[in-house]
Structure formats: structure tokens, C-alpha cells
């Protein structure tokens, strides 16, 4: 496999295998994910925009990441920005990296491609701070709670509740840049 940095219009091209890894990571309904195809589409187009994805030998998509600069009038921003306090949205919102989607295949979890798209990402990251949601779980039995943890993520919001999701999420965040010894299992990024 192969890690790569995507521009815009890369995600686009491949903007239905982006929404087929997408359902099978989150186990979305189809419906759902056609109104995600929208958003993912034009997020594309956000101040900040950065995106890797990891290729199969064959070229199938088997996961990608992507994040912009988060700012009032966006969704998600605006959602969390309603839930923190004053000092907290100072913190964390004023010079704020999303991390908007981070997924990977269930065939290919736990093989690593995770961490060297979330390394990858905020690498190319701008911003004092980055901010995630994700769906609340046992931390020690979610491979996305273990992930995050590992790379220094705390607990922003917990509990959190977006419009139109029944789930809980939690909100985390780190400062930027990120600062962490060299990964052996950290390849070269092609494309960067």
C-alpha cells in the first residue's frame, strides 16, 4: 500500500470510492451516505484543504483522510463553537485544523494505514490546534479511540449530540504542530 497526498480535484475523481470506504467504516445507511456525497464534494472547495488517501497495490481505495481550516459559518464548527465556553472556543477555535473525515476499510484496520494518514495530516496541517469528532465507544476496544489517544487527542466535549445523528460523539483535540519521535512504520508520503 501506498500513502498519498490528494488535491481537490483527486478526491473528487474518486469521490465514489471515497463514499463506499466512508459507509463501510461508519456503517451508515445508504441513504445517508448520498446526502454525504454532497458534503464531502464541496468540502473540497474550504480554505485549508489537505487530503491523503492510501492506494492497494491495484490502485483500490483503501482508506483517506482530509481536513481544512474550521471557521464560523461552517456546520461543525458552528455545532461545537455552540457547546464550548468562552475561554474554551478561544483555545481551540481560533486558529483551528477539522479533521473532517479520517477512515479506512474494516479489511484493512489494523494494519497501521490509520496512523500514517492521521501523521500524514496533521503534518500538512495548518493551525495552533486541531480538532476531530468521533462516534463515543469503549476506548479500549475502538481502534479509533486507541488511535487518537496514541497521537495525544483529549477530551474537548463529551457526549456530544449533532442534529440528525442518534449517536453520542465526542470531541478531541491537540495542539499543532505535531511533535512525535520518527514511526518505522511511517513511509514517505508520495506526492508531498
Not at 484496520?109 to 495548518?126: F, N, T
Amino acid at each position: 500500500m501506498r500513502l498519498v497526498a490528494w488535491q481537490p480535484d483527486d478526491l473528487l475523481r474518486r469521490l465514489d470510492d471515497v463514499v463506499t470506504v466512508y459507509g463501510e467504516a461508519m456503517g451508515y445507511r445508504q441513504e445517508l451516505l448520498q446526502t454525504r456525497r454532497g458534503y464531502i464534494g464541496a468540502h473540497v472547495r474550504r480554505a485549508g484543504f489537505r487530503a491523503v488517501a492510501t492506494l492497494t497495490t491495484d490502485g483500490r481505495l483503501a482508506g483517506f483522510g482530509y481536513g481544512y481550516a474550521s471557521g464560523p459559518g461552517q456546520w461543525w464548527h458552528d455545532q461545537v463553537r455552540s457547546a464550548l465556553d468562552e475561554p474554551s472556543r478561544e483555545h481551540w477555535l481560533s486558529n483551528c485544523f477539522e479533521v473532517v473525515e479520517l477512515h479506512v476499510r474494516p479489511a484493512a484496520q489494523g494494519h497501521g494505514v490509520g496512523a500514517r494518514q492521521l501523521r500524514a495530516l496533521l503534518a500538512m496541517a495548518d493551525g495552533k490546534t486541531v480538532l476531530l469528532s468521533t462516534p463515543e465507544a469503549d476506548e479500549k476496544k475502538s481502534r479509533a479511540w486507541r488511535l487518537y489517544r496514541r497521537f495525544g487527542f483529549t477530551d474537548v466535549l463529551r457526549e456530544f449530540m449533532f442534529p440528525g445523528d442518534e449517536r453520542a460523539f465526542a470531541i478531541l483535540g491537540r495542539g499543532l504542530p505535531l511533535v512525535e519521535r520518527p514511526a518505522e512504520d511511517a513511509p514517505g508520503i508520495v506526492g508531498i
